[in-house]
């Protein structure tokens, strides 16, 4: 340590320009994770004392290691390093607090869901069981159908509507649309749900229960999130490219779509990604529009469907005997629904590295 | 190939705002034709509204007659994208399509449009481009790379021969060199001597030099102060531009006794 050298934060201000700043003492690199562990033992043995609780070490062990930091910095390397420390120990420490949660999460629903996570589950229906056993791949396929089913109503619906604001839309009309999306990206889902009701009420006759409703539901939900995504994303499009393309004497639909869209489509498809995400564990519009069923239905089109989070809330919210094989079942299915959500991550980066304008 | 161009009283207005008044010049065929005048008294906006490019933009109109070898370029029946295919672009900032290779960049043109062309004659075609362009040398061995990973002025000159791939007959440059080391503006600066056998250019500069060094004519737009519309001041061969123009304004100008 060289503590012989000025304090460089005071000094700094009143040294001539002319002169490089001389730099002051730096904490050595362990510095602070000597403190850290200093702070932990101390407190750990403080609390040992008067009885230990997990959570009031971390508050106090962290309180202790930004103060002691801040203070030894401050003494060695002068107060504006000193501020950065603390900074960045504030940063670290809400980071890892919003982490928390998540994984938190992510580790119980491992935990529990593990339990039921096996071939059977994947491959059998609940029709016919009435305890241990059966599986969920009657729900499985169901929010596959019915979400895929939206994402192929939304999809263009939205994309051609993001199109329209951005490239076409001009005055009241777009002002119009504009404000109805951002209504509709807040809508809760029940209503979506009851709209879907609503809507094949009039047209089948009220108690109908079909997965074509389900997924009419919840392409209310997504198609403002497409429009939304799709939207930010041509905005960045830079108008050279459009222009470039109308100099070489191409007409504005081809640009658009020749141009503007192969430029974005790496945005637009992680959007449509997490669009499909946020829409495939809705429970609500699902419940009062597809209902539920135990055996097998693959046609949207014909009676109640199963869907995983439906199944899940119903093996949770009434189960039947035993308990825990019901519970262990939501909890797969609640796990395989963060898989499937995972998984769609995963494609839509993949799309995205895939469709990145490259430079090499 | 080469066409001339007529302006007869042009106004171009933004909405309501009149940026360029009263306009009458003429190009003539296989010349270049260089554009001064400080900045915003209107020559990008001139230069924008002669491929109907200037219409693009939200409320722009433009007021007057143009003429490309004697049609009436903004007559009813006349459909801008046609016109854009005739007259072709090069703008100050490089701009490639970031999606495409550098081949497909210069095939942009007919690919874009969908126009049917084997793929042998399109490897002539984009040969020949990027040869006019002087990149060919550059550029033969990475073709299937990304247009955007090249330097500023391999990228300029690749969108001069995607420009030029479409066979316009004129070409309108807007400060192509202006983000461009020296060596590469000379560079451009050749090439403009070599297309001003096949084509009709015009292009905006604000540098002097160039100006003198490339041009065969020279226009010269002034504005009065803000606010106020842009006009044509002076026009006429370059070499009496700089040395004995007619207007004093153009003389302050062009000696840099300007403001
Ligand atoms: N998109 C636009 N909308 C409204 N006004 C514009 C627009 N583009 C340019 N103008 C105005 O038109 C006038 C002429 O602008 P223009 O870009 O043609 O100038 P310029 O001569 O090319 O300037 P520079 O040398 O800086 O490029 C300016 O007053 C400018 O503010
Ligand atoms: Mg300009």
């Known amino acids: 340590m060289t503590t012989t050298a000025p304090r460089s934060a005071e000094r700094a201000v009143d040294t001539p320009l002319t002169t490089v700043p001389r730099v002051g003492g730096v904490l050595p690199r362990w510095g602070t994770w000597a403190v850290l562990a200093a702070a932990a033992a101390l407190v750990g043995g403080l609390l040992a004392l008067v009885g230990f609780s997990i959570s009031l070490f971390i508050l106090a062990t962290a309180l202790l290691f930004g103060v002691a930091v801040y203070l030894w910095s401050r003494v060695i390397e002068g107060r504006r390093r000193a501020k950065d420390r603390l900074v960045t120990i504030t940063v670290t420490g809400a980071f890892l607090l919003a982490l928390a949660p998540l994984v938190s999460v992510v580790v119980t629903v491992l935990l529990k869901g593990l339990e039921r996570f096996d071939p059977m589950f994947f491959t059998y229906s609940m029709s016919g069981i009435l305890g241990p056993g059966g599986g969920a791949y009657h729900a499985i396929m169901g929010t596959l159908i019915i979400t895929g089913l939206a994402a192929v109503m939304s999809i263009p619906i939205g994309l051609l509507a993001a199109i329209y604001l951005v490239e076409y839309g001009r005055g009241r009309l777009a002002r119009a649309i504009t404000f109805f999306v951002d209504v509709m990206t807040g809508i809760p889902s029940i209503v979506a749900g009851l709209f879907a009701v609503a809507l094949f009420a009039l047209f089948v006759g009220p108690g109908a229960r079909l997965g074509i409703m389900g997924a009419i539901a919840l392409s209310v939900l997504m198609v403002p999130v497409v429009v939304r995504a799709t939207e930010e994303m041509l905005k960045i499009v830079p108008n050279e490219l459009r222009e470039a393309s109308y100099a070489l004497g191409v007409s504005k639909w081809r640009t658009i779509v020749k141009v503007v869209l192969p430029t974005a489509v790496a945005g637009i498809a992680a959007g449509i990604t997490l669009a499909i995400a946020r829409v495939i564990g809705e429970t609500a519009p699902l419940l009062i529009t597809v209902g539920l069923t135990t055996a097998v239905n693959l046609n949207p089109f014909a009676g109640r469907m199963a869907t995983l989070p439906v199944f899940s809330y119903y093996s949770y919210a009434s189960p039947g005997i035993p308990r825990e094989a019901f519970v262990d079942r939501a909890w797969t299915a609640a796990l395989v629904l963060i898989i499937i959500v995972l998984g769609l991550n995963l494609i839509a980066r993949l799309i995205a590295r895939v469709f990145a304008p490259k430079t090499r | ?259």
């Not at chain 2, 554009?35 to 491929?51: D, E, H, Q, V």
């Not at chain 2, 300029?156 to 021969?161: N, S, V």
């Not at chain 2, 905006?204 to 102060?225: K, L």
């Open chain 2, 1 to 259: 190939m080469a066409s001339s161009i007529q302006a007869t009283d042009l106004d171009i207005y933004y909405g309501s705002f009149l940026a360029v008044h009263d306009v009458t010049m003429t190009i003539k065929p296989q010349t270049v034709t260089a554009l001064i005048g400080p900045s915003g008294c209107g020559k990008s906006t001139f230069l924008r509204a002669m491929n109907r490019m200037h219409e693009v933009i939200p409320g722009a109109r433009v007021e007057g007659k143009l003429e490309l070898d004697g049609t009436d370029l903004y007559g009813p029946g006349i459909d801008p994208v046609t016109v854009r295919r005739q007259i072709g672009m090069v703008f100050q900032r490089p701009n490639p399509f970031p999606t495409m290779s550098i081949y497909e960049n210069v095939a942009a043109g007919l690919r874009l449009n969908s126009t049917r062309i084997a793929k042998g004659d399109m490897d002539v075609l984009v040969e020949r481009s990027l040869r006019a362009a002087n990149l060919w040398e550059e550029v033969k061995d990475r073709l299937g790379k990304p247009g955007a990973g090249m330097s500023g002025g391999q990228q300029q000159r690749l969108c001069i021969a995607r420009a030029i791939a479409v066979r316009p007959d004129v070409l309108l440059m807007d400060e192509p060199c202006s983000a461009l080391d020296p060596i590469s503006t000379l560079a451009i600066e050749d090439l403009i001597n070599e297309l001003k056998n096949e084509y009709t250019i015009v292009i905006v500069t604000h540098n002097m030099q160039q100006a003198a060094r490339v041009s065969d004519v020279t226009g010269f737009f002034n504005i009065e102060g803000t606010g106020k519309p842009g006009k044509l001041v002076e026009m006429d061969e370059t070499k009496r531009m700089f040395s004995q123009p007619r207007e004093k304004a153009t003389e302050d100008y062009v000696s840099g006794r300007f403001g």
